[in-house]
Protein backbone atom coordinates (compact mmCIF):
# COMPACT_ATOMS: atom_id res chain seq x y z
CA UNK A 1 0.00 0.00 0.00
CA UNK A 2 3.15 2.17 1.00
CA UNK A 3 4.21 1.59 -2.34
CA UNK A 4 1.11 2.97 -4.50
CA UNK A 5 1.25 5.85 -2.40
CA UNK A 6 4.47 6.87 -3.84
CA UNK A 7 3.97 9.64 -6.94
CA UNK A 8 3.90 8.45 -10.49
CA UNK A 9 7.36 9.75 -11.53
CA UNK A 10 8.85 8.85 -8.30
CA UNK A 11 8.47 5.20 -9.65
CA UNK A 12 10.36 5.24 -13.12
CA UNK A 13 13.64 4.76 -13.83
CA UNK A 14 16.41 7.08 -14.53
CA UNK A 15 15.70 6.10 -18.20
CA UNK A 16 12.24 5.03 -18.63
CA UNK A 17 10.90 3.12 -21.53
CA UNK A 18 8.62 4.60 -23.51
CA UNK A 19 5.24 3.10 -22.22
CA UNK A 20 5.99 3.48 -18.92
CA UNK A 21 6.08 7.20 -19.68
CA UNK A 22 3.11 6.94 -21.79
CA UNK A 23 1.37 5.23 -18.37
CA UNK A 24 2.59 7.84 -16.17
CA UNK A 25 1.29 10.74 -18.62
CA UNK A 26 -2.09 8.88 -18.81
CA UNK A 27 -2.75 8.95 -15.00
CA UNK A 28 -1.88 12.75 -15.02
CA UNK A 29 -4.15 13.31 -17.46
CA UNK A 30 -6.79 11.36 -15.80
CA UNK A 31 -6.98 12.52 -12.53
CA UNK A 32 -6.76 16.34 -14.55
CA UNK A 33 -10.18 14.88 -16.54
CA UNK A 34 -11.46 13.50 -13.34
CA UNK A 35 -11.27 17.07 -11.86
CA UNK A 36 -12.67 18.70 -14.60
CA UNK A 37 -15.45 16.39 -15.11
CA UNK A 38 -16.08 16.77 -10.89
CA UNK A 39 -16.02 20.52 -11.85
CA UNK A 40 -18.99 20.04 -14.41
CA UNK A 41 -20.95 17.38 -12.28
CA UNK A 42 -21.26 20.50 -9.61
CA UNK A 43 -23.53 22.46 -12.41
CA UNK A 44 -23.12 23.22 -16.43
CA UNK A 45 -21.41 26.62 -15.66
CA UNK A 46 -18.24 27.60 -16.76
CA UNK A 47 -17.39 28.80 -12.85
CA UNK A 48 -17.55 25.30 -11.64
CA UNK A 49 -15.28 23.56 -14.72
CA UNK A 50 -12.62 26.06 -14.07
CA UNK A 51 -12.60 25.52 -10.21
CA UNK A 52 -12.36 21.67 -11.09
CA UNK A 53 -9.33 22.43 -13.79
CA UNK A 54 -7.38 24.53 -11.37
CA UNK A 55 -7.50 21.69 -8.88
CA UNK A 56 -6.64 19.01 -10.92
CA UNK A 57 -4.09 21.26 -12.62
CA UNK A 58 -2.51 22.03 -8.86
CA UNK A 59 -2.46 18.16 -8.43
CA UNK A 60 -0.97 17.34 -11.72
CA UNK A 61 1.71 19.82 -10.78
CA UNK A 62 2.14 18.50 -7.08
CA UNK A 63 2.64 14.90 -8.72
CA UNK A 64 5.07 16.12 -11.29
CA UNK A 65 7.00 18.26 -8.34
CA UNK A 66 7.20 15.76 -5.71
CA UNK A 67 8.15 12.90 -8.23
CA UNK A 68 11.40 14.71 -9.28
CA UNK A 69 12.31 15.02 -5.51
CA UNK A 70 11.42 18.63 -5.05
CA UNK A 71 10.71 20.35 -2.20
CA UNK A 72 9.71 23.58 -0.14
CA UNK A 73 9.70 25.18 3.21
CA UNK A 74 6.72 24.00 4.77
CA UNK A 75 5.11 27.11 5.72
CA UNK A 76 5.92 28.25 2.22
CA UNK A 77 4.05 25.70 0.87
CA UNK A 78 1.26 25.53 3.78
CA UNK A 79 0.84 29.76 2.59
CA UNK A 80 0.66 28.84 -1.47
CA UNK A 81 -2.30 26.41 -0.48
CA UNK A 82 -4.23 28.19 1.86
CA UNK A 83 -4.04 30.59 -0.93
CA UNK A 84 -4.64 28.29 -3.50
CA UNK A 85 -7.94 27.75 -1.84
CA UNK A 86 -8.56 30.77 -1.38
CA UNK A 87 -8.60 31.83 -4.56
CA UNK A 88 -10.22 28.91 -6.54
CA UNK A 89 -13.19 28.70 -4.31
CA UNK A 90 -14.03 32.17 -5.82
CA UNK A 91 -14.95 30.57 -8.59
CA UNK A 92 -17.07 28.28 -7.34
CA UNK A 93 -19.49 30.43 -5.82
CA UNK A 94 -19.01 33.23 -8.67
CA UNK A 95 -21.84 33.91 -11.12
CA UNK A 96 -20.13 34.37 -13.90
CA UNK A 97 -16.62 35.81 -14.86
CA UNK A 98 -16.91 39.68 -13.87
CA UNK A 99 -18.10 38.73 -10.67
CA UNK A 100 -14.82 36.24 -10.01
CA UNK A 101 -12.87 39.10 -11.40
CA UNK A 102 -14.77 41.73 -8.81
CA UNK A 103 -14.48 39.35 -5.68
CA UNK A 104 -10.52 38.87 -6.72
CA UNK A 105 -10.21 42.27 -7.04
CA UNK A 106 -11.57 43.13 -3.71
CA UNK A 107 -9.15 40.26 -1.94
CA UNK A 108 -6.26 41.98 -3.88
CA UNK A 109 -7.28 45.60 -2.87
CA UNK A 110 -4.76 46.53 -0.55
CA UNK A 111 -5.70 49.81 -0.87
CA UNK A 112 -9.18 49.86 0.78
CA UNK A 113 -7.51 48.87 4.13
CA UNK A 114 -6.09 52.73 4.82
CA UNK A 115 -8.70 54.81 3.03
CA UNK A 116 -12.25 52.56 3.83
CA UNK A 117 -14.46 55.39 5.94
CA UNK A 118 -15.60 54.37 9.36
CA UNK A 119 -18.97 55.32 8.48
CA UNK A 120 -19.32 52.61 5.63
CA UNK A 121 -18.43 49.57 8.29
CA UNK A 122 -21.21 48.10 9.75
CA UNK A 123 -21.80 48.64 13.48
CA UNK A 124 -21.38 44.63 14.13
CA UNK A 125 -18.31 44.63 12.98
CA UNK A 126 -16.88 47.05 15.51
CA UNK A 127 -19.29 46.87 18.39
CA UNK A 128 -18.36 43.13 19.31
CA UNK A 129 -14.63 44.30 20.93
CA UNK A 130 -16.22 47.43 23.03
CA UNK A 131 -13.51 49.47 24.16
CA UNK A 132 -11.04 46.74 22.50
CA UNK A 133 -12.37 48.26 19.21
CA UNK A 134 -11.66 51.67 20.05
CA UNK A 135 -8.03 50.90 20.54
CA UNK A 136 -7.40 49.23 17.76
CA UNK A 137 -8.97 52.29 15.56
CA UNK A 138 -6.47 54.23 17.18
CA UNK A 139 -3.52 52.09 16.22
CA UNK A 140 -4.89 50.05 13.14
CA UNK A 141 -6.23 50.86 9.80
CA UNK A 142 -9.96 50.90 9.87
CA UNK A 143 -10.39 47.91 7.58
CA UNK A 144 -7.96 45.96 9.26
CA UNK A 145 -9.36 46.89 12.87
CA UNK A 146 -13.09 46.01 11.73
CA UNK A 147 -11.80 42.63 10.35
CA UNK A 148 -9.64 41.87 13.42
CA UNK A 149 -11.44 39.04 14.57
CA UNK A 150 -10.91 37.22 10.95
CA UNK A 151 -7.26 37.75 10.88
CA UNK A 152 -6.98 36.51 14.21
CA UNK A 153 -8.86 33.21 13.02
CA UNK A 154 -6.33 32.97 10.63
CA UNK A 155 -3.57 32.93 12.23
CA UNK A 156 -4.66 30.40 14.89
CA UNK A 157 -5.65 28.37 12.19
CA UNK A 158 -1.60 28.26 10.91
CA UNK A 159 -1.04 27.37 14.61
CA UNK A 160 -3.68 24.84 14.96
CA UNK A 161 -2.56 22.90 11.57
CA UNK A 162 0.81 22.60 13.46
CA UNK A 163 -0.40 20.33 15.69
CA UNK A 164 -1.72 16.39 16.53
CA UNK A 165 -4.94 16.23 14.74
CA UNK A 166 -8.15 13.82 15.91
CA UNK A 167 -6.62 10.81 14.43
CA UNK A 168 -3.00 11.23 16.03
CA UNK A 169 -3.94 12.26 19.25
CA UNK A 170 -6.98 8.39 19.32
CA UNK A 171 -3.72 6.52 18.40
CA UNK A 172 -1.61 7.38 21.72
CA UNK A 173 -4.97 6.18 23.46
CA UNK A 174 -8.66 7.24 24.36
CA UNK A 175 -8.34 9.17 28.02
CA UNK A 176 -11.26 10.68 29.88
CA UNK A 177 -9.47 13.77 29.55
CA UNK A 178 -9.82 13.42 25.57
CA UNK A 179 -13.20 11.65 26.13
CA UNK A 180 -14.66 15.10 27.89
CA UNK A 181 -12.49 17.84 25.19
CA UNK A 182 -14.22 15.80 22.30
CA UNK A 183 -17.77 15.72 23.77
CA UNK A 184 -17.50 19.24 24.72
CA UNK A 185 -15.70 20.17 21.21
CA UNK A 186 -19.31 17.79 19.80
CA UNK A 187 -21.84 19.99 21.71
CA UNK A 188 -20.76 23.12 21.04
CA UNK A 189 -20.54 21.88 17.14
CA UNK A 190 -23.98 21.21 17.43
CA UNK A 191 -25.48 24.20 19.25
CA UNK A 192 -23.39 26.27 16.85
CA UNK A 193 -25.52 24.50 14.20
CA UNK A 194 -29.08 24.68 16.01
CA UNK A 195 -28.81 28.41 16.25
CA UNK A 196 -27.39 29.80 13.28
CA UNK A 197 -29.85 31.74 11.20
CA UNK A 198 -28.67 30.26 7.88
CA UNK A 199 -30.91 27.39 6.58
CA UNK A 200 -29.61 27.62 2.76
CA UNK A 201 -28.06 24.12 1.87
CA UNK A 202 -25.48 25.02 -1.02
CA UNK A 203 -26.85 21.14 -2.94
CA UNK A 204 -30.45 22.09 -3.12
CA UNK A 205 -29.80 24.80 -5.83
CA UNK A 206 -28.53 21.47 -8.40
Not at 104 to 122: E, H, N, W, Y
Request: aromatic content about 16%; hydrophobic content about 55%.
Amino acid sequence: MAHDAEPLFARLPVHPTRRQSLFAWTCLFNLMATFVLGGLWHGASWMFIIWGALHGGALVLHRFWSGRGWRMPKPLAWLMTFIFINVTWVFFRAKDMDDARRILGGMLDFVSIQQLPLVAIPSNQLAWGGWLTDYLLRWLPTGLAANFLCFCAVVVAFVIVRQKNSFDLMQSGLSRAKMTGALLLFCFAMYSVLVTTTSVFLYFNF
